[in-house]
């Protein structure tokens, strides 16, 4: 298990720009895949980005070209870069972590409590 806290979530304009960070607990971050999902209300749980263990990353082809996952493994930390935000963005964000991954989207099974963003026109 390791524990994962967002933060970075607040209001923007839109065309603005955040970075989004989560900190993980575990010693054994480098072993773990990672992912930022986002839930508006009313609407479904869905992945935004995720990056694997050696980097390797995909994304919604909803926010292809604004959002940017990275990893800093000497801190524990998973970061979502987003730029050129837009209203339809708004949503509670997710850090998701699981151990070992073999691409695509597996399952994750270790969850922070969210960072809320808000886009205004």
């Known amino acids: 298990q390791v524990q994962l806290v967002e933060s970075g979530g607040r209001s923007v304009q839109a065309g603005g720009a955040l970075r989004l960070s989560c900190v993980a607990s575990?010693?054994?971050?480098?072993?773990?895949?990672m992912a930022w999902f986002r839930q508006a209300p009313g609407k479904e749980r869905e992945g935004v980005a995720n990056?694997?263990?050696?980097?390797?990353?995909n994304y919604a082809n909803s926010v292809k070209g604004r959002f940017t996952i990275s990893r800093d493994n000497a801190k524990n930390t998973l970061y979502l870069q987003m730029n050129n935000l837009k209203p339809e963005d708004t949503a509670m964000y997710y850090c998701?972590?699981?151990?070992?991954?073999?691409?695509?989207?597996?399952?994750?099974?270790?969850w922070g409590q969210g960072t809320q963003v808000t886009v205004s026109s």
């Open positions: 998701a972590a699981t151990f070992g991954c073999r691409g695509g989207w597996p399952n994750y099974n270790n």
């Open positions: 990056i694997d263990t050696v980097g390797a990353t």
């Open positions: 575990a010693s054994t971050y480098r072993f773990y895949c």
